[in-house]
């Protein structure tokens, strides 16, 4: 159940980055080209503005999605847990997540609709639902389905028009972007404007809340381009490591979220 249950605090921090404020100002580096974008700087405003509407209109935009998933997990006090799971999803729709465990034995089965969670554990023989909002209210972040779509296929999350500074430098672009929880600092590559690096810092400082997601792998499917390499690291009061390797990655093929509960299944609260 560990490994549900971190994936699921994993996605809501990913998914915390409304941002508030407007353009202001960026710190100069070296082999960089700066944009301090003011009002009254229209070239500059249109050029970040441009590049904002490129990010938005190369998002994978699907109706189906399925893939397996090599789930490696540890952390500081020398936890490892390596698992595989198999994903489905219709959007807007279903989220569907089989786990695989040691002997090739599936462990947990998983059924997330737009406003519900269940969680069907096969080997303690329970089934478990949970709201949607339950995610939202642990956690004291923005946390909706679209969003958690979003992220398994890797697009970028909360891009508020709403950007505090803009920075190109040699092949990548970088924005920042504060929201009601977290501070944001993205970098793009400038070409393709794939998401290369996510790093998110709560701003509660009272909770030190740290992840950073990196995104490497990109590969060519029909007119998207996806990322099967992901990387995150997790800090507050321990520091976590998950690793996730797509395979098998499929768009707009049929899809179908089995979930039968056998009758001598328990109800878990």
């Known amino acids: 159940m560990r490994i549900i249950l971190f994936l699921f605090s994993v996605l809501i921090l990913m998914a915390s980055c409304r941002s508030t404020r407007k353009i202001t100002s960026v710190v100069s580096k070296k082999d960089s080209t700066v944009l301090v974008v003011r009002p009254e700087d229209s070239d500059s405003a249109k050029h970040v503005k441009a590049t904002f509407e490129s990010i938005n209109s190369r998002q994978i935009r699907f109706n189906t999605f399925s893939s397996k998933v090599k789930i490696d997990y540890s952390d500081d006090k020398n936890n490892k847990i390596d698992v595989n799971a198999f994903l489905r999803m219709k959007r807007d729709s279903a989220i569907w997540i089989s786990i695989i465990a040691a002997f090739n034995i ?14 069907m554990d096969k080997i303690s023989r329970t089934i478990q639902r949970k709201p949607l909002s339950y995610l939202q209210q642990i956690s004291k972040v923005p946390f909706d389905f679209k969003t958690l779509q979003d992220l398994i296929v890797g697009n970028p999350v909360y891009l508020d028009k709403n950007i505090t500074s803009y920075v190109e430098q040699g092949e990548t672009v970088s924005m920042s972007l504060i929201g ?11 070409e393709d404007l794939n998401v290369l690096f996510s790093k998110l810092d709560d701003i509660d400082l009272s909770r030190s809340r740290t992840a950073n997601l990196s995104y490497a792998g990109y590969i060519p499917l029909g007119k998207w381009k996806f990322s099967e390499s992901r990387k995150i690291v997790l800090t507050e009061k321990t520091k976590i490591d998950l ?3 797509f395979k098998q990655v499929e768009f707009e ?15 878990k609260l």
Do not use: C, M, W
């Not at 599936?106 to 969680?119: G, K, M, N, W």
């Not at 093929?253 to 109800?267: D, H, I, L, M």
């Open 106 to 119: 599936e462990a947990f089965r998983v059924l997330i609709t737009p406003d519900s969670i269940f969680i």
């Open 253 to 267: 093929q049929p899809v179908g979220f089995p979930f039968s509960v056998p009758k001598n299944y328990k109800a």
């Open 243 to 245: 690793e996730l390797e």
């Open 180 to 190: 009601s929880a977290f501070k944001h600092y993205i970098t793009l590559g400038k």
